[in-house]
């Protein structure tokens, strides 16, 4: 199977999703010197973000969160990246494009350099399944099955359940074509439940789309390399959930 084989759906925005958060991150070769990097990053922070970069920038890196916390940006000598929470995700034209533009920035104007090594984003969605704390096991299989097109659920069908690092029931698949990669992680972990009676099971569908050409990504064609990404991971999403999933993002909660 392809990165293509996923198809094409027509892209739409949704009212009801189940967004946990989405990250970004453009990687690039470090700076051979920090001849001037501190004083650069000063005058950064301070313009595009009305804050002050901490001495030593260069060795520890800078990351703070917006004041409602839904957006997060962490600028390193090897990364720069920005993490928005689900809730506030509304679109890829608002909510990776402008806070790409900072990154862009970040690389030009700090870093010196007209281009990064690897683009990448990465996508969390999450279910929520609530059961009696009298019941004994929890089966996986039946929730992958509501939640997950058959197709989807078919690629790890003869894998055994295995728990790594707490994550029940991981399964993990990765798609590679010349620059392009695509990664889909997908597992349950435990959640605070609503009720002292319950007990709370999140099913989480991790997908990563990145490329990173031999020659790297210019820093004017970063946003066209975005959209290839966005339009990958929207197919594959897409290709991966239950005709009830996408029933609930029309329709909402109710449906």
């Known amino acids: 199977m392809n990165i293509s084989?996923?198809?094409?759906?027509?892209?739409?925005?949704?009212?009801?999703?189940?967004?946990?958060?989405?990250?970004?991150?453009?990687?690039?070769?470090?700076?051979?010197?920090?001849?001037?990097?501190?004083?650069?990053?000063?005058?950064?922070?301070?313009?595009?973000?009305?804050?002050?970069?901490?001495?030593?920038?260069?060795?520890?890196?800078?990351?703070?969160n917006r004041s409602d916390k839904q957006l997060s940006f962490s600028f390193t000598k090897d990364f720069a990246s920005f993490n928005i929470d689900g809730g506030a995700y509304k679109s890829f034209a608002d909510s990776i494009i402008p806070f790409a533009f900072k990154l862009r920035l970040y690389v030009k104007e700090v870093i010196g350099l007209d281009r990064v090594t690897k683009v990448s984003i990465r996508k969390v969605n999450l279910w929520q399944f609530e059961y009696d704390k009298s019941v004994q096991t929890f089966d996986t299989n039946k929730a992958r099955k509501i939640i997950f097109s058959q197709h989807f659920n078919e690629l790890n069908v003869n894998d055994d359940i295995i728990?790594?690092?707490s994550i029940i029931d991981f399964k993990h698949n990765q798609w590679t074509e010349n620059c392009r990669s695509l990664e889909l992680k997908s597992g349950f972990v435990d959640l605070e439940a609503d009720e002292m009676d319950k007990k709370s099971y999140g099913l989480f569908l991790d997908s990563e789309g990145s490329e990173c050409p031999q020659n790297g990504v210019k820093i004017q064609d970063i946003d066209e390399v975005l959209q290839s990404i966005n339009s990958n991971l929207y197919n594959a999403y897409m290709w991966c959930i239950s005709d009830k999933v996408k029933t609930i993002m029309e329709k909402g909660k109710e449906a």
């Open 5 to 64: 084989d996923f198809g094409t759906y027509d892209y739409r925005i949704y009212d009801y999703t189940f967004l946990n958060n989405v990250v970004v991150t453009f990687s690039f070769t470090r700076p051979q010197t920090e001849d001037g990097i501190n004083e650069r990053m000063k005058s950064f922070s301070s313009t595009h973000f009305d804050i002050q970069s901490p001495e030593g920038f260069f060795e520890h890196g800078l990351s703070f």
């Open 163 to 165: 728990t790594i690092d």
